[in-house]
């Protein structure tokens, strides 16, 4: 097993067509216009016209769902708001199934004529989550067809380790952290290997209680158990969307490195009895 003090880890994951309300995306008509002096937002009906660029173009959506090995189509949420002095005087959220093989997609929008608009969208794969797309300012000004591009990217992040783990250590010297503030990152570390994604594998495998042996780094804190012989901790990565994105209905959706129910084996570490184990026990190699 490698060692190394930062370990960077991207996913990367299919890119499709979305098919929005109202169908593909090439047809935007006008870019979005730099600000005009003339231009007028006075509420009445407009029109706004999306346009999402996959990261990966031209690959299926299809993927299996790992819970049941059945097909499974891509869906994604879209998001449009506004706010006025702090409040939210608009939103529309959009649930649009994926096509297959084509590198954008496209949702057309009638909202009134105003400055501010944000939009989010979320790509998901049953519980998995692929892509997400942020603008933060769109104007839509009246009698106007405005068009704006925004891309989508993959879930990733960066995970730190220490060089090494010792007994007792705290579990807070593992750390991920996921760019900007879209997406959030949590490592699951146990003493034994688990076969199901995140918390409901890892507790299966690692009972907790008085002398747990696993946590979820980012949400409990605890500490790394005492050991006499240099014992492997085992872990994964999950990267979930920040937001209102995802329905009530929906458990929420995390990408996982590796996704254990795909067949992909978790990594580990080596946990050492003490500073100097090594230096002690020269002929000990590790797997």
Not at 26 to 50: E, K, Q, R, V, Y
Not at 59 to 76: D, F, K, M, Y
Not at 149 to 177: D, H
Request: proline fraction near 9%; aromatic fraction near 10%; charged fraction near 20%.
């Amino acid at each position: 097993m490698r060692k190394n003090s930062t370990l960077l880890i991207t996913f990367a994951l299919v890119s499709i067509l979305l098919a929005g309300c109202v169908g593909g995306g090439t047809g935007a008509i006008n870019p979005n216009p730099p600000a005009d002096p003339d231009a007028i937002f006075d509420g009445s009906p407009t029109h706004l016209s999306l346009i999402f660029e996959r990261d990966i173009p031209g690959v299926a959506s299809l993927g299996l769902n790992s819970a049941s090995n059945e097909v499974t189509n891509e869906i994604a949420y879209v998001k449009t708001t506004r706010f006025e002095r702090g409040q939210q005087v608009y939103s529309v959220t959009r649930e649009i199934e994926l096509e297959e093989g084509v590198r954008t997609f496209s949702v057309d929008n009638q909202l009134p004529a105003a400055m501010g608009y944000r939009t989010t969208a979320l790509v998901l794969r049953g519980n998995e989550f692929i892509e997400i797309g942020f603008s933060p300012q769109i104007d839509a000004p009246a009698k106007t067809i405005t068009s704006t591009t925004i891309p989508m990217v993959k879930p990733e992040y960066t995970l730190t380790f220490p060089e090494k783990l010792y007994s007792g250590g705290s579990v807070r010297q593992i750390k991920a952290n996921a760019p900007g503030d879209l997406m959030f990152a949590y490592v699951w570390i146990g003493l034994n290997p688990w076969d199901r994604n995140g918390t409901s594998g890892l507790w299966a495998a690692n009972p907790g209680g008085t002398n747990p042996t696993g946590w979820i780094v980012g949400a409990v804190h605890g500490f790394l158990p005492e050991v006499t012989e240099p014992t492997k901790l085992y872990y994964q990565v999950g990267v979930g969307p920040r937001g209102d994105l995802v329905p009530d209905e929906r458990n929420w959706p995390d990408a996982y490195t590796p996704n254990v129910e795909n067949g992909e084996e978790l990594p580990y570490v080596w946990i050492y009895p003490h500073p100097g184990w090594e230096d002690e026990n020269p002929d000990w190699q590790p797997e």
